[in-house]
């Protein structure tokens, strides 16, 4: 992965789209003196069978920024699309468009936006949509006609995007060494445990970590040998 950045937002969907692996690169980044900075679709409210939407949207989003700290991430901000609904469109491109904006990242990370995680495996609506606007508002954003009521309100274009990083590809072509990040990466993940309770009978820490090792195995013998967090990277 490009080393010569030195601000990166996170654009996801849902509370605990970037612990599957993305935030023990965000661990390795934050050590290296990077700022990284989150943005969230939604609050997840619809992600908990067991707990109503409006009692899980607080959950998820309390469990988000204790994830957050975790890997040194203090900004954690949600927009208010509905989980599970996600519209790509217009109306998110410019959300999206105007958190770029406001941060100024170089390097935007998103969500896998394919249709599928590989083979058979198909992806969720928020991910495709969420991915797919990031990658178009990683151009909106530099562009001063479009969304161009958002200089009105002290957003000027943002042009220093140079990478989107796609976690969670088929494809991935590009990826971190997390050898230092790894455990930090799992305690992160752990932050969410009224969600993972819902998702698995598997005891939280067990399941963490052998999601991570996954994960991270996964990616390493195509790269170097070392735990590793793979991304599609494109460059702008």
Known sequence: MPTDFTRALAIVAHPDDVEYGTAAAVATWVDQGREVSYLLATRGEAGIDGIPPQ?????????????ARVVGVSTVEF??????????????RRDLT???????????????????????TWNTPDHRAVG??????????GNRWIFSELGNEG????????????AGSPW????VDVTDGFERGVRSLLEHRSYIEGLTDTD????CREVLDWITGSAAPRFGGRPAVAFELFAR
């Not at 170089?106 to 969500?111: K, M, N, Y």
């Not at 957003?155 to 796609?166: C, I, M, Q, T």
């Open 98 to 120: 105007a958190a770029i904006r406001a941060h100024r990242p170089e390097l935007v990370i998103t969500i896998n936006h394919h249709d599928t995680w590989g083979g058979t």
């Open 132 to 141: 797919r606007a990031a990658l178009d508002a990683a151009a909106d954003a």
């Open 204 to 207: 939280p820490r067990t399941y």
């Open 79 to 92: 927009l208010n699309h509905r989980d599970g609904v996600i519209e790509y469109g217009p109306a998110l």
């Open 172 to 175: 991935p072509t590009h990826a």
């Open 55 to 67: 009692e899980s949207a607080q959950v998820r989003e309390s469990e988000q920024r204790a994830s």
């Open 155 to 166: 957003l000027a274009p943002w042009d220093g995007v140079r990478w989107v990083a796609v």
